[in-house]
Every structure is written in C-alpha cells, then in structure tokens.
C-alpha cells in the first residue's frame, strides 16, 4: 500500500516564479480541510488517502496567476502515465465537461500538461479560486478493471461494474451488486468482446478469446474485498464515492477516489 509521504500535491507560492513545484505538501488529512483550492476530488482523496492502495500520483495545483504556457511538469513517473485534469463540484459551466488524457509516454508529457491547463481553464474546469488541478499518475497495468460506487450506510450494498483490461466507459461491462452482510453477489454478465490492455507507451484494444467474453470479469473474492474497501473509503470520508479500480498481479490498485450522488 502506497504510503501518505509518497503521494504529493505540488503547488506554486506567490514569489516562486513561472514553475509549477514551489511547495511541496503531503497528501493527507490536513489538505482535506482546502476544497475550495483542490476540488472536492482531491479533497476527498486526501481523507482516505492513508487507507486506499493508489497508484504513485502527484497532484499538481496550478493557480490562475501563472499562464498556461509557464507550467512545466516538475516530475517524472515513467514511461507511461496518465493527466487527468479533476472537475470540482460544482463546476462551472463549460462546453468540455470533464477533461482527460490518458497513457502518455514521457517524451508528451510536458507539452500535455501545459494543453491540459489551457483547456481546462477554457472549459471551465476550475476550483471556485480560480485553480486548475491535474492528477499525474504511474501507469498501472491491469487484467480487469472496476468502478465502485460505495455509500456511508453499514447496510447499503456496493455497485461495481467490472471489465476486462482497462475501464472505458464505451466497453461492455459486468454489473455486481456486492451486500456486505455476506448475502450472495446479485450479478449481470453482458458479452464482452474487446478489452483494453497495456501496450509500449500506451494501451490497445484487443480481441477477448470466446469462453472469457462470457466469463466474469471479476471473482468473489476479488468483489468483496473491493466492496468492503470501498465501502471502509466512504465511511471515512462521510460521502458516497466512486472510485476507479484496476486489478493486476499486485492486486487493486485506486486510480482515481471521487464524491458521487448517494
């Protein structure tokens, strides 16, 4: 599990000059208490950080002072990794809803990120200070994928759609509801003939081979440790959360911890 010392939000000081990176802080609990200045994303992300397994991240908050074309990503996570810019809630209007960049390789990196900031700023996709907050993460590889959706209430079930490779809203997913009284998984298989997996440099999607199309993408045990997770994640944030899941050879990974509508 990845500790709070090793995922870190990067911010800009008032004298620090056209350089994303001034000030580094740990991404704990404290940071939890400053929504207006992260996104309710981040700040959520904060409180459960020291209970999750995440990817090695690093948030990086970009004022509305500094001009988009000044920002230069200050690290380096390999050579792969995903940009996501996080949309606070609420959001101001904007024609981009939410923006993502997904699995670029390093050599991309910089001039994303500086496309990233501009965009998000065009669309909207700022906190209510006017800050733009991108997460920067370490590619995972993945053989399936999760989005769980978990609320407060000890008695509520956990809803997971499950996939084979990397989650992608456009591909054919499983549905599990997973109780956490030890009653049976209440489950929906659909078909699903391509999955997404890692690539060099990236990802591509691949032909799934016959019986595993039909089989589920995620077993018992695996549904109800990410239930009972996820489930933990929420009681301690105090919301109902979304959290993006990937499951390899290390086991789950959290990609990404967000409020949700209960």
Not at 14 to 31: E, F, K, T
Not at 147 to 173: K, T, Y
Not at 214 to 239: F, I, Y
């Amino acid at each position: 599990m990845t500790s709070i010392a090793s995922v870190t939000v990067l911010t800009t000081g008032h004298d620090a000059g056209p350089r994303v990176g001034a000030r580094i802080l740990p991404l704990g609990r404290n940071l939890a208490r400053h929504p207006v200045a992260l996104g309710a994303e981040v700040a959520v992300t904060a409180r459960v950080a020291d209970q999750l397994p995440f990817a090695r991240s690093v948030v990086v908050v970009v004022p509305p002072s500094l001009p988009a074309e000044s920002c230069v990503l200050p690290v380096s996570l390999g050579p792969a990794v995903t940009v996501t810019v996080t949309c606070p809630t609420p959001a101001r209007p904007g024609p981009g809803g939410t923006l993502s960049m997904y699995n670029l390789h390093a050599s991309a990196l910089p001039e994303a990120f500086v496309e990233a900031v501009a965009a998000a700023r065009r669309c909207g996709l700022v906190t209510t200070a006017g800050n733009v907050v991108l997460l920067v993460q370490e590619f995972v590889p993945a053989s399936s994928s999760a989005v769980a959706r978990a609320w407060p209430a000890p008695s509520s079930a956990v809803h997971i759609d499950g996939r084979w490779g990397l989650a992608e809203q456009r591909s054919a997913a499983d549905t599990f509801e997973v109780p956490l009284d030890g009653s049976p998984v209440r489950e929906t298989l659909v078909l699903k003939p391509t999955a997404i997996l890692p690539a060099a440099g990236g990802t591509q999607t691949v032909a799934v081979s016959g019986d595993q199309q039909e089989q589920p993408s995620l077993g018992r045990e695996t549904l109800r440790s990410l239930a009972a997770l996820s489930r933990d994640a929420a009681a301690t944030a105090g919301v109902a959360l979304s959290l993006d899941i990937v499951v390899g050879d290390e086991g789950p990974v959290v990609l990404r911890c967000r409020p949700t509508s209960p």
